[in-house]
Structures are given as C-alpha cells and as structure tokens.
C-alpha cells in the first residue's frame, strides 16, 4: 500500500502541542515514544499519531478510522485510543 504524502501527513504542527500533551501510547525498547490522539481533517475522524525519538519528531500521521484496525495492527498500537 502505497503511503499517503498529502494531508494526513503534512497536518498543522501547531496540533503537535495538544497531541504531546498525552500520556504516550506506546514507548519502544528502542527509545521511540508514540502519542495518539483522536481528531478530524476535512471532517473525517481518525487518529493522529506522532513518534519521538531522543525529543525529535520522526514521525507524523493522521489515520483515518475506517483504516485504524490494519494500522494499529501492523504497527502493533492499541486498537482503541482515548481523545
């Protein structure tokens, strides 16, 4: 599946904060620390997920709900996510 360079990962930085403001999901052996957060773009409900690693952004992603079940499953995330 080819992965989506448009809107759902070039969402406004300025939601970085209010996504940051959770308790991590998720934080690897590796050191990555995943922050999940429920939401819309364009009207449509997902889940913005942003991975950190030693402090830094590696990662930013709007899922939307429809695709959630196969995304948290092969990223190995929890399949339900608090606002």
Do not use: C
Not at 12 to 19: A, C, E, G, N, V
Not at 28 to 51: A, E, F, W
């Amino acid at each position: 599946m080819k992965e989506d360079a448009g809107t759902h990962h070039n969402f406004p930085t300025s939601f970085d904060k209010m996504i940051l403001s959770n308790k991590p999901s998720v934080v690897r052996s590796d050191g990555r620390v995943k922050y999940l957060h429920t939401g819309t773009i364009n009207g449509q409900q997902g889940v913005y997920h942003i991975t950190l690693k030693n402090g830094v952004v590696t990662h930013r992603s709007f899922i939307p709900l429809s695709d959630w079940k196969r995304y948290s499953t092969r990223w190995e995330l929890p399949s339900q996510v608090n606002p």
